[in-house]
Nanobody, 117 residues
Framework: VQLQASGGGLVQAGGSLRLSCAAS????????VGWYRQTPGKQRELVAA?????????NYADSVKGRFTISRDYPKNTLYLQMNSLKPEDTAVYFC??????????WGQGTQVTVSS
C-alpha cells in the first residue's frame, strides 16, 4: 500500500489548508485511517482518525477539535484533513496513516505545514 500526502504549505495564523492523502488501495475495508503530526524532537502524535468497527468513530486531538475535520472519498481512495483557524503551534510535518484489518500499518511520506504568526 502506498500513501501519497499533499497539500501542505505556508499559511498565516487564522488561515486554512486542506491536506490530501491518496491511497493505492481502497480505504473502505480498513481498520483505521488518520493523520498524525510530528515536530523536531517530539513524538508523532495523533491529529485525527477514522476507526471502523461495528460503528465508524471519528477521533480528534483535543488541540484541534472544532478546527480540523477528517473525511474520506471512497471512489477516489483519498483521505482529507481540512484545517481551519490554523495556529503557529499547528506547525509540523503531517503524515497520513492506514491500518488494514489484519493490522498492517502504512505511512505516507509526510507533508510540511508551517503557520506563521
Amino acid at each position: 500500500v502506498q500513501l501519497q500526502a499533499s497539500g501542505g504549505g505556508l499559511v498565516q495564523a487564522g488561515g486554512s489548508l486542506r491536506l490530501s492523502c491518496a491511497a493505492s488501495r481502497s480505504i473502505f475495508s480498513i481498520k483505521s485511517v488518520g493523520w498524525y503530526r510530528q515536530t523536531p524532537g517530539k513524538q508523532r502524535e495523533l491529529v485525527a482518525a477514522i476507526t471502523v468497527g461495528g460503528n465508524t468513530n471519528y477521533n480528534y486531538a483535543d488541540s484541534v477539535k472544532g478546527r480540523f475535520t477528517i473525511s474520506r472519498d471512497y471512489p477516489k481512495n483519498t483521505l482529507y484533513l481540512q484545517m481551519n483557524s490554523l495556529k503557529p503551534e499547528d506547525t509540523a510535518v503531517y503524515f497520513c496513516n492506514l491500518v488494514t484489518r489484519d493490522d498492517n500499518n502504512y505511512w505516507g511520506q509526510g507533508t510540511q505545514v508551517t503557520v506563521s504568526s
